[in-house]
């Protein structure tokens, strides 16, 4: 079982930067990937960014790509968001989520299994 508890939401301006973090606790495995999604009011929940608990390799959405960057420390077991130059258009719930399968680095919300409850990032123009 996997636990997950996103901070680091809230308001800013656009231009603005945010950091979110995700706290993991419960059993990790470097196989797992680790990513974060959003979904805003009206819209299916997308991916954003994904790095695997046991390597380096980052993947982004096209949308957040320059801007954002994925993270890990394993020594805090926390996953991190950085948000630079951020947009009314990146205004959503951002979620942190587990995948427990061995193999390439998903973007669906469905191969995913465990997920925190959110956390609400706004951007005002």
């Known amino acids: 079982q996997v636990q997950l508890v996103e901070s680091g939401g809230g308001l800013v301006q656009a231009g603005g930067s945010l950091r979110l973090s995700c706290a993991v606790s419960?059993?990790?495995?470097?196989?797992?990937?680790m990513g974060w999604f959003r979904q805003a009011p009206g819209k299916e929940r997308e991916f954003v960014a994904a790095?695997?608990?046991?390597?380096?390799?980052?993947y982004y959405a096209d949308s957040v790509k320059g801007r954002f960057t994925i993270s890990r420390d394993n020594a805090k077991n926390t996953v991190y968001l950085q948000m630079n130059s951020l947009n009314t258009e990146d205004t959503a719930v951002y979620y942190c989520?587990?995948?427990?399968?061995?193999?390439?680095?998903?973007?669906?919300?469905?191969?995913?299994?465990?997920w925190g409850q959110g956390t609400q990032v706004t951007v005002s123009s």
């Open positions: 419960g059993r990790t495995s470097s196989y797992y990937t």
């Open positions: 989520a587990t995948d427990r399968s061995v193999g390439v680095v998903s973007r669906d919300v469905v191969a995913y299994d465990y």
């Open positions: 790095i695997k608990w046991g390597g380096d390799s980052t």
